[in-house]
């Protein structure tokens, strides 16, 4: 499996290590997943280190600055960047993998969104619309290349505990969203990792242009 980080080389080598302790094979890269020379240069190496991709999580939350506040307080400049980072971190690793895919006729892509979608929270905006733009992409690249064996598919969790949204989050805004949860919790990076596992195996087969609601029941559609 390739690990793909910008800035946390440990975290990257962790998961790494776990992959590996499991009786699993990783190789680990470093590149701005909005920057298409490096990300091809990574996707190059992994290639050459383990083989043909035939899966591919796109994930990287691409945002480096606080994801709540007010419309009339964040400059347009900030809003417009914020989408466009979050677009390009799928449009470059697609362009990157799934052509790759389909000349051999197979691969399984499955990219992160948002409940954001279907439920914008007050004040996120730009992570909404970003997140939005994301499932149309799902969308259409599935229409595009699902004739050519290569499934794209979506999974959109709510909040999840990660460092990123440590950060970017309040911990008053985080009860809160838990209180309204369901299954009364924020989740875990592992409820996120089963949802894309099955979306990404044979077990979902016949799925594609989908998106997988990962919320506790926040959201159920």
């Given at each position: 499996?390739?690990?793909?980080?910008?800035?946390?080389?440990?975290?990257?080598?962790?998961?790494?290590?776990?992959?590996?302790?499991?009786?699993?094979?990783?190789?680990?890269?470093?590149?701005?997943?909005?920057?298409?020379?490096?990300?091809?240069?990574?996707?190059?190496?992994?290639?050459?280190?383990?083989?043909?991709?035939?899966?591919?999580?796109?994930?990287?939350?691409?945002?480096?600055?606080?994801?709540?506040?007010?419309?009339?307080?964040?400059?347009?400049?900030?809003?417009?960047?914020?989408?466009?980072?979050?677009?390009?971190?799928?449009?470059?690793?697609?362009?990157?993998?799934?052509?790759?895919?389909?000349?051999?006729?197979?691969?399984?892509?499955?990219?992160?969104?948002?409940?954001?979608?279907?439920?914008?929270?007050?004040?996120?905006?730009?992570?909404?619309?970003?997140?939005?733009?994301?499932?149309?992409?799902?969308?259409?690249?599935?229409?595009?290349?699902?004739?050519?064996?290569?499934?794209?598919?979506?999974?959109?969790?709510?909040?999840?505990?990660?460092?990123?949204?440590?950060?970017?989050?309040?911990?008053?805004?985080?009860?809160?969203r838990a209180d309204i949860t369901p299954l009364g919790r924020l989740a875990e990076a592992e409820d996120v990792a089963g949802g894309i596992v099955a979306l990404a195996s044979d077990a979902c087969r016949f799925v594609t242009g989908a998106t997988l609601q990962v919320n506790g029941g926040i959201v159920m559609a």
């Open positions: 499996m390739g690990v793909n980080y910008k800035h946390s080389a440990e975290a990257a080598k962790a998961v790494a290590a776990h992959i590996e302790n499991a009786g699993g094979t990783a190789f680990v890269v470093q590149a701005d997943v909005t920057n298409q020379e490096e990300l091809t240069a990574a996707v190059d190496a992994v290639e050459e280190g383990l083989g043909p991709i035939d899966v591919g999580i796109f994930s990287a939350h691409a945002l480096d600055t606080p994801a709540r506040a007010p419309f009339e307080k964040v400059p347009q400049w900030l809003i417009e960047d914020v989408i466009t980072r979050q677009v390009r971190a799928l449009l470059v690793p697609a362009r990157a993998i799934i052509p790759r895919m389909a000349e051999r006729g197979s691969g399984s892509v499955v990219v992160v969104t948002s409940t954001q979608v279907l439920h914008p929270a007050e004040q996120m905006l730009s992570l909404a619309m970003g997140k939005g733009a994301l499932e149309v992409g799902v969308k259409s690249l599935a229409l595009e290349y699902s004739p050519r064996g290569v499934r794209v598919n979506a999974v959109a969790p709510g909040p999840v505990l990660t460092d990123a949204i440590a950060t970017l989050l309040s911990d008053e805004y985080k009860q809160a």
